[in-house]
């Protein structure tokens, strides 16, 4: 078999397995925007149709009119927003002091940040809710935002360290001749150059908030409840309300989508950038 034979058959593969992968991941998403559109019946009918028969926007405007749910989308936003922000404002120090110092601390911290990555979160969720009590932060945007601070940010140090590895040390010092400081050095030269992995860190701590559940299940109540915990809370008189659930997860879903498309380029950017020392 010749080179071009192996070559072209081994793109077809690549191709079937993209394939694949496309639907097992787009299918689930797919059959939920169809479902926003099928009528009360047509969503729990058995065994499930894939099209609707009859199109209808009312899962939408019920959904959409529900008491509560325009509030929590609000807390959703904001909430996404202060977690992204606190993860990067801790991570960006952490992952540059670890890569820079070389230190065998700074080796030993890193790897806790990945051991706490392994914990379940449910573990340490009574011992949160207590936390977020004594601080008289529970029902709070801000309270909630820094529970899913934890979940995101030890993800954020490792991606962040992976993204100065990157950068040669060369350019910081160099920094620090014309005269910047360490941290004139990391925010006015480093930064500037690991945008791209900035703008995928920030994206992965977006949404690690964005679609949180338990935290915003045992921290919230009223307030400061989340869009997914209303989802969850859809009901109607014959059990799950699954056409408005399906219509809200999908208007749910638009913004993330519409973040991603914008910082397309940021990413691809930022991926390419921690695949390649120097």
Excluded at 43 to 52: H, L, Q, R, T
Excluded at 66 to 85: F, H, I, K, M
Aim: proline share 5%; glycine share 6%; charged share 10%.
């Amino acid at each position: 078999m010749n080179p071009l034979e192996t070559r072209g058959r081994s793109r077809i593969l690549l191709w079937v397995l993209l394939a694949v992968t496309l639907v097992l991941y787009g299918f689930p998403f797919l059959y939920l925007l169809l479902t926003s559109f099928k009528t009360p019946l047509e969503a729990i009918a058995v065994p499930p149709e894939v099209f609707p028969s009859v199109w209808t926007l009312d899962n939408y405007i019920s959904a959409l009119t529900r008491q509560g749910v325009d509030a929590a989308l609000v807390n959703s936003v904001v909430t996404a927003l202060l977690s992204t922000a606190l993860s990067l404002v801790l991570a960006v120090p952490a992952a540059y002091a670890i890569t820079r110092f070389r230190t065998p601390s700074g080796r030993v911290f890193i790897l806790a940040a990945l051991v706490t990555r392994m914990v379940p979160t449910i573990a340490v969720g009574a011992p949160l809710i207590e936390v977020m009590r004594g601080l008289g932060l529970t029902d709070t945007s801000f309270g909630l935002a820094i529970a899913h601070t934890t979940i995101s940010l030890p993800l954020s140090i490792w991606l962040m360290a992976s993204f100065f590895e990157a950068v040669p040390d060369e350019l910081s010092e160099a920094a620090q001749v014309d005269g910047c400081n360490r941290l004139q050095a990391m925010t006015r030269v480093v930064l500037p150059v690991v945008s791209g992995g900035l703008a995928v860190t920030a994206i992965f701590a977006f949404l690690a908030s964005w679609n949180e559940f338990l935290f915003s299940l045992l921290l919230t109540s009223v307030r400061a409840q989340t869009t997914p915990v209303v989802i969850a809370n859809f009901q109607s008189q014959f059990g799950l309300d699954w056409g408005g659930m399906t219509a809200l997860a999908a208007v749910y879903s638009v913004p993330v989508i519409i973040l991603t498309l914008f910082l397309q380029r940021h990413i691809v950017a930022g991926l390419t950038l921690g695949a390649v020392k120097g």
